[in-house]
């Protein structure tokens, strides 16, 4: 079992910059391939950005790349998500999750693990 707990969501200016950390326990971190989702208010939780244990492999929705950067620090069993030139679209509750194995995955189903969410709102 993994635990994963994201933290660093709050209220930015458009333009502005979060950085949101999602801290993991019960397993060996190295272990898993992580990534960020979001779910905006009335919408379907999307796909933001993977990244595989080691770091060579990262994907990014189109819609973030050039202004979002996941990055993990397996020795502190945490993975962030600095997020800048935030957009009023952006506004949604984001989503740290976990899949044991290698390799990048946007599909939200193949993830066992979640978190419960961190809200993210960008005012215009």
């Known amino acids: 079992q993994v635990q994963l707990v994201e933290s660093g969501g709050g209220l930015v200016q458009a333009g502005g910059s979060l950085r949101l950390s999602c801290a993991a326990s019960?397993?060996?971190?190295?272990?898993?391939?992580m990534a960020w989702f979001r779910q905006a208010p009335g919408k379907e939780r999307e796909f933001v950005v993977a990244?595989?244990?080691?770091?060579?492999?990262?994907y990014y929705a189109d819609s973030v790349k050039g202004r979002f950067t996941i990055s993990r620090d397996n020795a502190k069993n945490t993975v962030y998500l600095q997020m800048n030139s935030l957009k009023p679209e952006d506004t949604a509750v984001y989503y740290c999750?976990?899949?044991?194995?290698?390799?990048?995955?946007?599909?939200?189903?193949?993830?066992?693990?979640w978190g419960r969410g961190a809200q993210v709102t960008v005012s215009s």
């Open positions: 999750a976990a899949r044991y194995g290698f390799g990048v995955d946007k599909i939200s189903d193949d993830y066992a693990y």
């Open positions: 019960g397993r060996t971190f190295s272990n898993y391939a």
């Open positions: 990244i595989e244990w080691s770091e060579q492999a990262t």
